[in-house]
């Protein structure tokens, strides 16, 4: 901005916060902290309020506004003025609201968020975008089974052009042959006839839908927006250019081979679910062994599924099946004999539905744990509810229920041999040496023994995309194979912005789930393809224009950003230095907190910025037992829960002062030495749980800060201070009411250490 | 031994539970069980049943007839409608272990002698059949004396005391006992009655 | 007011339920109500025929007595006896859903040249109590208040379980904590305890073969009503009366009790509520042990 900033600062006295404060001594702080003005209005988000920043604004008065008001969470539509830099100081949620009225400590603390907002306005611009060249609207979809299919039609539906990529010479996918499906219709009572024949002729005769069978994906480059494929048929290949890639390269069963304890290979007539279901398309069900029609059958569940031996994960969807074959046997016959032995029958949803319906039918389910098949098909399996191991004898077939393998990979490719720093970013990095926990079983409970993780394992076979990114050619995985996302709030995303993961690649699902999932990973698709051409952030930044900075003259080539960033985005150009894929990036900052010369910033949001804020704070003198705790929350779980905590009126210390950071990935090392160096007692950091089940909305980010802090200790140590007054700390959105009790044990031990001897200096 | 129902000798016996399914009253139900134990914990004489109805029922899906067929459980149940109602599946629960106590009967699992209920039923349906009426003294006097005279004469003098005061309140008349009028109908439906039920055992 | 049913009085009203059989004739009849008996009924298999004949020839003993019911017309059947309810009403409503068992009982029937197509309405006489003629209508025929008396409602099973809460069974209460009885011995005037173990079974279907098996579920049910201080116990169950009077002495000789609680039928208490005759109609005479605080009250 070439015009000298006036900066405006707006106080809201309403909502309680002027009953609370000396709004006038506030406003005193602001102008101190060389603010061109302050104002202050009984009720800033009104029209009356809004209109007159408007009018300052207008006039040209002002041209960066501060709002010491409510939370920046809120009234987001009321305080945004086109064009100009608005900052938001929160005085009503973490001042007013969660301390108490009058009191000298609640009136520093909105002083000093008012100051820091005058700071971050100070140093902080409106963003321009980064948005250059051309870009494409075409979806390329990977995979031409039932998700690939119904994710191309959902393409074209949406106006969209899709190619649609399958590497074997047909459509349809793995349940091609399938005669019927689990029920996905209500009243979800009976199997129903696959749709996957009826769609294949639907994604045909659809003409946005261009479908290359015997084809794979020999190449990904560039980025959302204009990913650049080249698409290998035969010995040819052609290149496209694409805006967003949806993955939905499906499953294959468990190798069953591996079971012989179940009596796979033993004997004729001990098949799969999924050679059931060719049995079954191929006409009337015949034993394997003598081709008469089986009257005593066994489903044995969780065949190599949820064993540390095999696959530690239910697939979710082999009990249905199971439930669904049973049903067309005695179908077929009324006098087959079905018996489902279960270890926990997991029938989610309307598929309750389905399994009542087959215990009226007849079909009996027992639950017990098999043990071992025989060569005379004798099932024994231990029976919890009894107690006891009875051996089911006189079968004559046994049915083993495998569960689902995501490809992640396409294995009858070739592998790629990758550099060693590559192989980590295939695999899910998190945290290697934890062992896989079992799934289903709690704390407290006797669960078999957990699978040993095989450190930066890459997988088999040739990666589906082959990304010519710095950080390899795989999607990133998780330790059971399937595809890296944010299960809770972002299923679809993968760590690799634009590419979009659906149906059982993602996670193991059934097909009715697989459809709404390839609908949704569609969606998902084109919000990026809308996003990227303006320079907007996706999630969870939505419309964020900011993105980062390389002050190239300062780098020092250390590859820290490269390695760090968990999306991929920032390549390495042959010089060594970084380049940005700007539409690859989710604006998390995590490549600022990892730049150890502070040389990557955003136009509204560094390094700098957060130590100037911090130090804009007024530091009580070591007299006066008035300790300050610097807290940089980060502003996609912690920040809102020590809103909510406001708002529900829980009280904590007033000694803290708040700053919120984009992702704790964010948070440089310089900014807490620097806190402790200008007198603060404490620094906190808060964010989101790391680890397996990590919360992060940037994946690594709170990773990385927690390993970033391991480090701290040192430094402290040569600032001769206690490791205790720098600690980080995971709050989840839910947090709300016990994040007051955190900061007040943690104010009470600073306390207890006594204040930091640097104040003053 | 009568064999209604197939494989009597197999320990385990895979078809049993879809037997029970098919010719148990209420049957068609226990399919439904979650094995969730309403039943059991409703049941006031569990704690003098060797299985209970919960774990009969896992027994009867795990093929184990025999074992089933000798329990004790059958007769302890006091038809109190407990099972029934509570049962979130609206499995018949006591129906079922009627029929099957019934069952263990009929096939010789349980010799008649050892099964006082058995022997109060068929005292009871002497009566009924008898006279169209339960007589309640004789009745009693019948299956007292079903257990041998010995047992019956200690039995009886044991409930003395009870038997006068229901004489004394003209609750237990002593003359010749009340009758249906037409008895010669009712035992012509019956018997019609026994040999449909016999005839749906035969097809089954 | 008032309105004819078809009457089944079961066995135990010629028995040991003599004085259950005349309180609810004498009460019905004072609230305006006509009863009609079937003519020739017969037994109904009660809990135990199932276990010597199996279900058919138990259901066809119902069947039986339903056929007579519709020749003598299309009103309801009422019956105040809990086994007697629970078949009679089973019987016809199996005959009325289960197309199977209307075809084999009706063979059955045609033996003796009857039929019946269970288009009638079983009903028990507690929930015609409550259904048609009402707690209001009830407290109005109140004329001797019983103010005064503690009385436990002990309404033990088949009354209530398995049909109370059915439409069918006229969805008048509920199966654990059923009100309808309290509601009764408070309309009297006397006052209704709580009582816990008010649908606790006494066991008197298998007490008659092993009373030593029961014996413990009979003595928490009296030890509940003694240590609330209840006068007497009442209970619309032929087959609970009984149970629970006469095996005190052998209650008390095992746990060293010395229970001698009067146990009356509500038909009784309701009578000496109405003003009605104690011996005539309320048959007090009948009560083993003599319901000496409730004979006092008696006009």
Redesign the interface.
């Known amino acids: 901005m070439a015009d000298e900033k006036k900066i405006g600062v707006y106080l809201c006295s309403g909502c309680g916060i002027g009953d609370a404060i000396n709004v006038s001594a506030t406003e005193t702080a602001a102008t101190k902290q060389k603010a061109s003005f302050c104002k202050s209005h009984s009720a800033l988000c009104s029209e009356e309020g809004v209109n007159l920043i408007k009018g300052d604004i207008a006039s040209g008065e002002t041209n960066s506004v501060v709002i010491g008001a409510c939370s920046g969470r809120v009234m987001t539509d009321k305080f945004q003025f086109d064009g100009t830099n608005v900052v938001r100081s929160n005085l009503r949620e973490q001042v007013v609201w969660s301390h108490p009225a009058g009191d000298e400590d609640t009136q520093m603390m909105a002083d000093d968020n008012v100051r820091m907002g005058v700071t971050q306005a100070r140093l902080g611009n409106l963003p321009t975008a980064l948005a250059e060249g051309e870009f494409s609207d075409t979806l390329l979809i990977v995979g031409g089974g039932y998700v690939g299919m119904t994710a191309a039609l959902e393409a074209a539906k949406s106006g969209h052009q899709a190619i649609l990529v399958e590497r074997s010479d047909s459509l349809g996918g793995m349940i091609k042959d399938w005669t019927r499906v689990n029920p996905d219709d209500a009243p979800y009572r009976e199997p129903q006839d696959n749709p996957v024949p009826g769609l294949i002729e639907t994604v045909k005769n659809n003409a946005k839908i261009t479908i290359m069978t015997n084809t794979t994906v020999a190449k990904t480059d560039g980025m959302p927006g204009r990913f650049v494929v080249e698409l290998a048929k035969g010995g040819t290949s052609s290149v496209e250019t694409v805006g967003a890639i949806i993955v939905a390269t499906g499953w294959r069963p468990y190798d069953a081979n591996k079971l012989g304890h179940l009596g796979y290979g033993v004997s004729p007539d001990v098949v799969t679910n999924v050679e059931l279901e060719a049995m079954f398309a191929a006409g009337p069900v015949k034993r394997k062994s003598n081709g008469s029609a089986p009257k ?1 059958v066994a489903f044995v569940q969780c065949a190599g599924s949820r064993d540390p031996a095999h696959l530690p994960y239910c697939s979710s969807v082999c009990c249905s099946q199971s439930i669904k074959n049973a049903l067309r046997l005695i179908e077929a016959d009324p006098d087959v ?1 079905c ?1 489902i032995i279960f270890d926990e029958l997991r029938t989610p949803g309307t598929a309750e539905e389905f399994y ?1 319906s087959a ?2 039918k ?6 017990g744990k098999v043990a071992t098949v025989d060569g005379n098909l004798t099932v024994t399996y231990h ?1 919890d ?2 107690g006891d191991d ?6 004559d077939m046994v049915v083993l229920a495998t569960g689902m393998v995501p490809n992640s990979t396409n294995t009858e490719g070739a592998a790629i041999e990758l550099n060693p720093e590559q192989a980590v970013y295939s695999h899910d990095d998190i945290n290697p040496a934890a062992p896989i926990q079992v799934a289903g079983y709690k704390d407290g409970v006797v669960a078999p023994a957990v699978q040993v993780r095989t450190q930066n394992e890459v997988p088999d076979g040739a990666p589906i995309l082959n990304l010519q990114y710095r950080q390899g050619p795989h999607i990133p995985i998780l330790a059971d194979g399937f595809s890296d996302s944010h299960y809770i709030c972002f299923p679809y995303e993968t760590r690799r912005t634009g590419i979009y993961t659906c149906g059982p690649v993602r996670r193991p699902m059934d097909m009715g789930e697989a459809g709404l999932d390839a609908a949704g990973a569609v969606l998902k698709g084109i919000q990026a393809i809308h996003n990227v051409r303006h320079g907007r952030s996706l999630h969870p930044r939505v419309g964020d224009l900011s993105y980062p900075k390389f002050g190239l003259s300062q780098c020092t080539k250390c590859r820290r950003c490269t390695v760090e960033c968990p999306f991929g985005a920032i390549d390495e150009q042959a010089d060594g230095y970084p380049t940005l894929n700007a539409s690859r990036c989710r604006r998390c900052g995590t490549c600022m907190g990892a730049c150890p010369v502070r040389t990557i910033s955003f136009d509204n949001y560094s390094v700098d910025m957060i130590n100037q804020m911090a130090a804009s704070c007024e530091i009580p003198d070591e007299f006066s037992g008035k300790a300050r705790i610097l807290i940089l929350a980060c502003e996609n779980d912690a920040y809102p829960a020590l809103d909510m905590s406001g708002i529900n009126r829980h009280t904590y210390s007033a000694f803290v002062r708040i700053i919120p950071v984009r992702c704790l990935g964010s948070v440089s090392l310089l900014n807490v030495s620097e806190a402790l160096s200008k007198g603060y007692d404490g620094v906190v950091l808060m964010g989101c749980k790391s680890g397996d089940d990590y919360q992060c909305h940037f994946v690594k980010g709170s990773a990385l800060a927690k390993e970033r802090m391991g480090k701290v200790s040192e430094t402290l140590k040569s600032m001769m201070l206690e490791p205790e007054r720098v600690q980080s700390m995971e709050i989840a959105i839910s947090d709300s009411a016990r994040v007051g009790k955190i900061i007040d044990d943690f104010a009470a031990n600073i306390v207890k250490i006594g204040l930091n001897p640097f104040k003053g200096f | 031994m009568n064999a209604i129902s197939p494989n009597p000798t197999q320990k385990y016996d895979l078809s049993f539970a879809r037997w029970v399914r098919d010719n148990i009253d209420g049957g068609e139900r226990m399919n439904m069980c979650m094995q969730c134990g309403v039943c059991s914990g409703s049941c006031p004489l569990s704690d003098q049943m060797d299985l209970g109805p919960r774990k009969i029922f896992q027994m009867v899906r795990a093929g184990m007839k025999e074992a089933v067929l000798k329990s004790n459980s059958f007769y302890q149940c006091v038809s109190c409608y407990n099972c029934v109602v509570r049962c979130p599946r609206q499995v018949p629960v006591k129906y079922i272990l009627h029929g099957l106590g019934r069952l263990a009967v009929q096939e010789g699992y349980q010799p008649k002698s050892n099964v006082e209920n058995a022997r109060f039923a068929d005292a009871f349906w002497w009566s009924v059949t008898t006279f169209g009426k339960t007589d309640e003294r004789l009745v009693t006097a019948k299956y007292y004396f079903s257990g041998g005279l010995m047992n019956g004469i200690k039995l009886g003098l044991g409930n003395l005391k009870t038997a006068l005061g229901m004489i004394k309140t003209k609750r237990m008349h002593l003359g010749a006992p009340h009758k249906a009028k037409n008895r010669g109908e009712l035992k012509a439906i019956l018997a019609k009655a026994v040999e449909i039920q016999a005839r749906h055992e035969g097809e089954a | 007011m008032g309105k004819k049913f078809t009457f089944y009085p079961g066995c135990s009203s010629q028995g040991s339920g003599q004085h259950l059989d005349t309180s609810t004739r004498a009460v019905m009849a004072k609230l305006g109500y006509e009863l009609e008996d079937i003519a020739d009924w017969n037994c109904c298999g009660a809990s135990v025929g199932e276990l010597a004949a199996g279900h058919l020839p138990t259901a066809a003993l119902s069947a039986r007595n339903l056929a007579q019911a519709k020749e003598q017309g299309d009103q309801d059947v009422m019956t105040a006896c809990a086994a007697c309810y629970l078949n009679t009403h089973a019987v016809n409503e199996e005959i009325r859903d289960n197309e199977q068992t209307k075809n084999d009982l009706n063979e059955a029937l045609g033996a003796a040249g009857k039929s019946y197509d269970g288009s009638l309405h079983v009903r028990h006489a507690c929930e015609v109590l409550v259904n048609d003629v009402g707690m209001d209508a009830i407290k109005g025929a109140v004329s001797n208040s019983l103010s005064g008396l503690k009385v436990a409602g002990y309404v033990g099973c088949q009354t209530v379980r398995p049909f109370a809460g059915t439409e069918r069974g006229g969805s008048y209460d509920e199966y654990d904590q059923p009100h309808f009885l309290d509601d009764f011995i408070n309309a009297t005037g006397a006052e209704a305890i709580d009582f816990e173990n008010r649908t606790s079974c006494c066991g008197g279907s298998v007490s008659v073969m092993k009373p030593d098996q029961t014996l413990h579920l009979m003595h928490k049910i009296l030890s509940e009503a003694q240590a609330k201080g209840a006068d007497m116990i009442a209970t619309p169950c032929p087959l609970c009366q009984t149970n629970v009077e006469m095996y005190q002495d052998k209650i008390n000789k095992k746990y060293g009790t010395s229970f001698n609680i009067p146990v009356v039928f509500h038909t009784q208490l309701l009578a000496v509520a109405f003003g009605l005759d104690a011996t005539k109609d309320a048959a007090l005479n009948q009560n083993i042990i003599p319901a000496d605080k409730l004979k006092a009250k008696a006009k």
């Open positions: 005593q004999m018996t009542r215990q009226e007849g079909v009996v389910f027992v639950k029976d509810l009894l009875i051996p089911m004898a006189g079968l």
